[in-house]
């Protein structure tokens, strides 16, 4: 059982900046990829940012948020900077676990709400 827990969501104005985290624990051999996503009112589920060695960032965020990892701490963290109004979503944490050698198994955080205000 792998558990992901997020922490840093809040209210801010825009052109603030807000910094998210994201613990993996339980039964981890090791994590391939971590990343976040986010959902607005009314929209899909959005790819922000994923890091799997190389970073690769959705083209509305890059310049602004910074995606980083610490493998010691299972944590990935993501740096928003001057955020918009448009970036309130929950943000959602994912991680590509490896339970075992040669396995790949995708769990999710519960989300935290990001809330930018104008």
């Known amino acids: 059982q792998v558990q992901l827990v997020e922490s840093g969501g809040g209210l801010v104005q825009a052109g603030g900046s807000l910094r998210l985290s994201c613990a993996a624990s339980g039964s981890i051999f090791s994590i391939n990829t971590m990343g976040w996503y986010r959902q607005a009112p009314g929209k899909q589920r959005e790819l922000v940012a994923t890091n799997g060695g190389s970073t690769n960032y959705a083209d509305s965020v890059k310049g602004r948020f910074t995606i980083s990892r610490d493998n010691a701490k299972n944590t990935v963290y993501l740096q928003m900077n001057s955020l918009k109004p448009e970036d309130t979503a929950v943000y959602y944490c994912?991680?590509?676990?490896?339970?075992?050698?040669?396995?790949?198994?995708?769990?999710w955080g519960q989300g935290t709400q990001v809330t930018v205000s104008s």
């Open positions: 994912f991680a590509d676990v490896a339970v075992v050698p040669f396995t790949s198994n995708n769990y």
